[in-house]
């Protein structure tokens, strides 16, 4: 009879061609038990044994196969399914071509770009106190410059003095405080007067007397109070900006 020592035994079966294969059996005390039971002699035991083992193994081995074979049923069904939506996706396009042609496509699309950068430039106009009027914003300093400062300052902010082309525009930018810069100069030219973008005068509203260059003609900018007089340059005064912008 096998002592309790023997009735353990461990396998190591080193040469299976499956890495995953190689593992250790051990402990199959009760499949033991029958094969001592049924074959008394030791060295048929443990040939059973073996063989037991080896049937475990192949079972293993066998769901292990089954599982592979699963998995690559899964994967084939998976790339199938692919195969079909991205039919599908170019199915989409192609109709929608035939609805709209790339050209459309691209012209709202930058259509769109367009109307969110202005919505951007005007959230940011907005937000720093400027204010829409016709087709542009205005801005008002809070401090006074000289009149070349002045348009510095819109240069700056991307804009220039502010441009009066019509009686509505006058009319707009009387509301505001009196004596503030507008670009209007005959700094070039003595009594030929030219607004900041370079077109000459046409529409005036110059308050009566004026233009005048007053006190020894030095006089080549313009503020604007009710109507316009020309003053000198090197004058501090408040000044208000343009910046053209159809929305
Ligand atoms: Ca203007
Ligand atoms: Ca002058
Ligand atoms: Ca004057």
Redesign the pocket.
């Known amino acids: 009879m096998f002592n309790e020592d023997e009735s353990k035994i461990t396998i190591e079966i080193r040469d299976l061609p499956v890495a995953s294969s190689r593992r250790t059996l051990k402990s199959y005390t009760s499949e033991y038990d029958e094969v001592a039971t049924a074959v008394p002699d030791t060295g048929r035991k443990l040939e059973r044994c073996v063989a037991v083992s080896f049937c475990l193994l192949s079972s293993q081995q066998k769901s292990l196969d089954e599982e592979r074979d699963e998995l690559k049923r899964q994967l084939n069904l998976t790339t199938s399914q692919q195969k079909s939506l991205t039919e599908e996706r170019d199915e989409l396009n192609r109709q929608l071509n035939l609805f709209m042609p790339a050209s459309q496509q691209k012209s709202l699309d930058e259509e769109r770009d367009e109307l969110k950068r202005q919505l951007n430039l005007t959230n940011h106009y907005l937000n720093q106190g400027w204010v829409y009027f016709?087709s542009?914003f205005y801005y008002i300093s809070s401090v006074n410059k000289a009149w070349q400062d002045s348009r510095e300052d819109c240069l700056q902010r991307g804009a220039d003095l502010?441009?009066?082309?019509?009686e509505a525009?006058q009319k707009f930018i009387r509301q505001y405080p009196k004596y503030i810069w507008i670009g209007l100069t005959d700094r070039e030219t003595e009594g030929v007067w030219k607004w900041v973008d370079g077109t000459p005068l046409t529409t005036s509203f110059w308050r009566s007397g004026e233009p005048n260059n007053y006190r020894g003609g030095n006089e080549d900018c313009v503020e604007l109070t009710l109507d316009w007089n020309d003053v000198e340059c090197e004058q501090k005064k408040l000044w208000m900006c343009?910046k053209?912008m159809a929305l």
Do not use: A, D
């Open positions: 016709g542009s502010v441009i009066i082309n019509s525009e343009e053209k």
